[in-house]
Nanobody
């Protein structure tokens, strides 16, 4: 299983970015896809997850600002990030899980004026 993330970059505070992550390989249909992030000097933390049935879960810090979605036919998960803050700056990783966890390579998101 491989995951390819894209869409990171530089945004101004209050701006928006959209991340995408496509999974390929032998993928179990009943899975959870999600986004995690790791800022310098901090542990990796959950941002948001979504089940194959569409159930979502968000970290409190991003509720109301970020939206996770997925396209099951494409095994792709998205993260729409609005009202970005400087503290959202981190490397963002996608993950797909069923009995095991598979991680993408990470994409840098920098929020700065």
């Amino acid at each position: 299983v491989q995951l390819q993330a894209s869409g990171g970059g530089l945004a101004q505070p209050g701006g928006s970015l959209r991340l995408s992550c496509a999974a390929s390989g032998h993928i179990f249909s009943n899975n959870v896809m999600g986004w995690y992030r790791q800022a310098p000097g901090k542990q990796r933390e959950l941002v948001a997850t979504i089940t194959s049935g569409g159930r979502t879960n968000y970290a409190d810090s991003v509720k109301g600002r970020f939206t996770i979605s997925r396209d099951n036919a494409k095994n792709t998960v998205y993260l729409q990030m609005d009202s970005l803050k400087a503290e959202d700056t981190a490397v963002y990783y996608c993950r797909i899980s069923w009995n095991e966890n598979y991680w993408g390579q990470g994409t840098q998101v920098t929020v700065s004026s």
